[in-house]
């Protein structure tokens, strides 16, 4: 792994090739039910970083931005399925499920943010409300690689740089740096920042824009019914089902 400097570490080329943007797909990790809930309401949701539900909580305790006024997405850069990812959002139903989506189809979508819908949730009914539709001049767009961060030293991509230290530029990317140990994450992170307070739940982020011929879905390697989610995925246009070559038992309800 060679040594660069920081500005080359988190800079970002959304012209040209798609291929200069980036050499993987970008996948997001979870479970066949919120995949397939993903494709029928055709948008995806975000968290927001003060949110107990993010596995990562140091992500709460952001020094220079305010955490309800930010909201995130993750996706997995990479070239391989990675295995702790099967574990973390397949879960004890074994059910894990991956939204993969091509270079090309990743930088187009995420240019194109331009309205997003923003929730609350109703402690009564205990459900989320029917939303909000803001445009873009309630919100901005940010996104980049994760820099994960050991000692003075940043990886990001398969490169270290050495620590920053133009105080101003650590401040801006707060939201970007992470520890080394999530570093198997190969995390690329989309996040909406609200131009005020504005008080919500949950926002999300329509993909409609999104074609189907750049998404494919990925299937955990303990499922079994592949045949039958590729027709069920087949209903939501994606004619790409695979599903991982890793050869495991995770054997994760016996424990």
Same mark, same amino acid.
Request: hydrophobic share 35%; with cysteine.
């Given at each position: ?148 961060? =050991? ?8 490169? /270290?740089? @050495?620590?920053?230290? $133009?105080? %101003?530029? +650590? ?54 019914? =592949? ?8 209903? /939501?246009? @994606?004619?790409?089902? $695979?599903? %991982?070559? +890793? ?9």
């Amino acid at each position: 792994m060679r040594a660069c400097n920081y500005t080359e570490l988190v800079s970002i080329t959304m012209n040209g090739k798609a291929k200069e943007f980036s050499k993987e797909r970008f996948y997001h990790y979870s479970n066949v039910t919120k995949i397939k809930s993903i494709l029928e309401n055709n948008e995806i949701w975000l968290t927001r970083l003060d949110s107990t539900n993010l596995n990562d909580l140091d992500e709460k305790d952001l020094k220079y931005n305010d955490p309800k006024k930010i909201y995130s997405v993750s996706f997995c850069n990479s070239n391989i399925d990675v295995l702790p990812m099967w574990l973390l959002y397949g879960g004890l139903e074994q059910q894990g499920c991956a939204l993969a989506i091509t270079q090309g189809g990743f930088r187009d979508w995420i240019s194109s943010i331009n309205v997003i819908r923003a929730f609350n949730f109703d402690s009564e009914s205990k459900s989320y409300d029917k939303g909000v539709e803001l445009s873009n001049d309630y919100f901005s767009v940010e996104y980049g690689w994760i820099r994960y961060k =050991k000692g003075n030293r940043y990886r990001c991509r398969g490169k /270290y740089a @050495i620590q920053q230290t $133009d105080e %101003s530029i +650590l401040q801006t990317d707060e939201i970007f740096i992470k520890r080394e140990q999530w570093h198997y994450e190969k995390e690329f992170r989309l996040v909406i920042i609200m131009n005020d307070i504005m008080d919500y739940n949950r926002v999300a982020i329509p993909i409609t824009n999104l074609k189907n011929n750049k998404k494919r879905i990925l299937l955990s390697p303990e499922i079994t019914d =592949k045949e039958a989610y590729r027709t069920e995925f087949e209903l /939501y246009g @994606i004619s790409k089902v $695979d599903q %991982s070559d +890793l050869r495991c038992n995770f054997h994760l309800k016996d424990r």
